[in-house]
């Protein structure tokens, strides 16, 4: 098996590297079409849309090196949940709980979470959720049900708002200390995604060199991680300056209401919730449902095989990195739709997923782990298409909030099938429940979209009959 995993690695990084390279030439010849026909020209340096400002450039190496730190942490942690407590030989339904416990504190405190980057100075806050999750990350060093729990709890929670912070300082400093036009904006957004990907693939990497390859403990790449969270914090405190957004005057309440208000009347936001909500309800569970799904597929007492929980997660990634490419390049360069994107994506993790729930043990092991492989694909798909078509759809003033509002329905009903199915009793039986679940979420958004059919030109006229009605 290390051969088919080994392999597909090598091979999708490669692919990887080349996306890259198709997205950028597509890039370059769609602009130059555009400055064909309104007559301009490319600057000397043949650059596309990369500002030049040596000023620019050094503010964004400094936001790049803390947020950068901080995302190779986050990523450090992502693939070893699962491992550690099961070296700490809890039962599936104890892990279950740990995971869930997580994910919905994370959602019961989104609410107050969002608007904290608003109500306290941002690097503060930034600094102070670093070393909550870094204190987080640590807690897993410890066989205490109760310390791991707390660690979900802690590290879900600090990891979210520390983002968001980082983000609202950047913004802040770009348009307000700086003065930098707001287009430039999106250019380092576009950075930040790109090594998001990359960042991800390399502490997949780095998990399986500390835990397979030296064989330290699962928790190991978690010690790791704290590491750079401090070293984020540190670079931080040093080179950050302190903002502060709209202050304690934002009420969160007031918030959830307009937020509310606004997918009870408006039909396409309400769509798009339902569709968002059921795609990124199957994510959650998929997300904790792989590495169990795949040891008990592939480990062996026999042959004393041990899934390499890192290449695997590293050639997830990799498969995800292709998927938002390919999705750019038809959106951008072949003048395929956001909603035609969205379509192809939730048909393929569809047909995945349905593939997911009839496995049995007997089944071909490399059929199950190039169905997981094209699901990351299409998540990879699903996520820059839905990012734009939020952009068109939702006001950006609530779209934070929408966000919490749709995550309540179907992932309330996500975790309660994690603790009731994931069980240590017939093992492949409830996690066959549970994709099957997840393929019938999956079809509903299909069908929400086919009903939709969320057309770039009508979604822009009515963004356009909204603005008229809000000048009225």
Same mark, same amino acid.
């Given at each position: 098996?290390? $051969?088919?995993?080994?392999?597909? #690695? ?8 080349? $996306? ?21 020209? #490319? ?29 190779? !942490?986050?990523?450090?942690? +992502? ?9 700490? @030989? ?23 979470? %969002? ?33 791991? #729990? ?21 913004? @802040? ?15 380092? =957004? ?8 990359? /960042?991800?693939?390399?502490?997949? %990497? /780095? ?10 403990? +699962? ?10 969270? %401090? ?6 405190? /040093? ?32 769509? /798009?919730?339902?569709?968002? +909500? ?66 192809? !994506? ?12 009839? @496995? ?9 782990? $190039? ?50 199915? @994931? ?23 299909? %069908?929400?979209?086919? =009903? ?21």
């Amino acid at each position: 098996m290390d $051969f088919l995993i080994q392999g597909t #690695l090598f091979i999708l990084a490669v692919a990887c590297v080349g $996306f890259e390279f198709l997205y950028r030439a597509v890039t370059k010849r769609v602009v130059q079409q555009v400055n064909a026909d309104n007559n301009l020209k #490319l600057p000397e340096n043949g650059a596309v849309g990369v500002p030049t400002n040596p000023q620019f450039t050094s503010f964004q190496y400094t936001y790049f090196i803390v947020y950068f730190c901080f995302l190779v !942490a986050d990523w450090l942690n +992502a693939p070893y949940h699962y491992k550690i407590y099961s070296e700490y @030989h809890y039962m599936r339904d104890q892990i279950a709980v740990i995971y869930v416990a997580g994910y919905v504190s994370s959602i019961m405190f989104a609410p107050i979470n %969002i608007t904290l980057p608003d109500r306290f100075g941002r690097k503060s806050l930034c600094c102070a959720c670093g070393l909550i999750y870094a204190a987080g990350s640590l807690m897993k060093c410890f066989n205490s049900y109760l310390a791991l #729990l707390l660690s979900r709890i802690i590290s879900s929670n600090a990891s979210s708002v520390l983002f968001a912070a980082c983000e609202s300082w950047y913004v @802040h400093e770009h348009l307000e200390s700086y003065d930098f036009p707001s287009e430039w904006i999106n250019h380092t =957004l576009q950075q930040t995604a790109t090594w998001n990907g990359w /960042l991800s693939f390399l502490s997949g %990497i /780095l998990g399986f060199f500390l835990v397979e390859g030296l064989g330290f403990h +699962a928790y190991s790449p978690s010690v790791l991680s704290a590491g750079f969270l %401090i070293i984020g914090v540190v670079i931080a405190q /040093l080179k950050w300056r302190d903002n502060r957004g709209a202050g304690p005057k934002i009420k969160t309440k007031k918030l959830m209401i307009e937020g509310l208000k606004q997918i009870v009347k408006t039909p396409n936001v309400a769509r /798009l919730g339902l569709i968002q +909500a059921c795609v990124e309800g199957v994510t959650y569970v998929f997300i904790f449902l792989w590495t169990p799904t795949l040891t008990l597929l592939f480990q062996s007492s026999e042959t004393n095989y041990e899934l390499p929980i890192g290449q695997v997660f590293a050639t997830f990634m990799a498969a995800m990195m292709i998927g938002s490419k390919l999705s750019k390049i038809l959106t951008r360069g072949y003048n395929k739709t956001n909603w035609e994107m969205l379509l192809f !994506a939730t048909v393929i993790g569809s047909a995945c997923l349905y593939w997911l729930g009839a @496995h049995t043990s007997s089944a071909s092991k490399t059929t199950t782990y $190039f169905a997981f492989i094209f699901f990351e694909l299409a998540c990879g798909a699903y996520f820059p298409a839905m990012n734009n078509l939020r952009s068109k759809i939702i006001p950006q003033k609530e779209a934070a909030i929408i966000s919490v509002w749709v995550r309540f329905p179907m992932n309330a009903i996500a975790t309660a099938a994690l603790i009731y199915l @994931h069980t240590e009793q017939d093992k492949l039986v409830g996690d066959a429940t549970l994709y099957k679940i997840c393929a019938v979420a999956m079809t509903i958004a299909v %069908i929400g979209l086919v =009903l939709s059919n969320f057309k770039e030109r009508e979604v822009d006229e009515e963004a356009e009959k909204e603005g008229e009605d809000n000048v009225l």
